[in-house]
């Protein structure tokens, strides 16, 4: 499956926006979706995952809360709502999809074997 990512923007703290990772080529459904990010000089992390199949949702501590995910599967789409924007949520985030993460493995980006390119969130304070 190719994954593009799109939505990406400057806002300023407390601010919202919504990215989109729209899909093509693959069984959309069947696919677990996630979102990571990766901050200037930081390593990658985990933000959100939403499986396939109606497996429910998956979120990291930091963003819990704030940040919603969802998905229309009609339209191929992943989508991810963020609220209450903070500077510390500055980074490009990255959409990954795999058909093979469970439960306890779905916080890892090795999980994953399909990366969209990013899009830069930028949070100014």
């Known amino acids: 499956v190719q994954l593009q990512a799109s939505g990406g923007g400057l806002v300023q703290a407390g601010g919202s926006l919504r990215l989109s990772c729209a899909a093509s080529g693959g069984a959309f459904r069947t696919y677990s979706m996630g979102w990571f990010r990766q901050a200037s000089g930081k390593e990658r992390e985990f933000v959100a995952t939403i499986k396939g199949n109606g497996g429910g949702t998956f979120y990291a501590d930091s963003v819990k809360g704030r940040f919603t995910i969802s998905r229309d599967n009609a339209k191929n789409t992943v989508y991810l709502q963020m609220n209450s924007l903070k500077p510390d949520d500055t980074a490009v985030y990255r959409c990954?999809?795999?058909?093979?993460?469970?439960?306890?493995?779905?916080?890892?980006?090795?999980?994953?074997?399909?990366w969209g390119p990013g899009t830069q969130v930028t949070v100014s304070s």
């Open positions: 990954a999809a795999t058909r093979h993460a469970i439960n306890s493995s779905i916080r890892y980006s090795g999980s994953y074997n399909n």
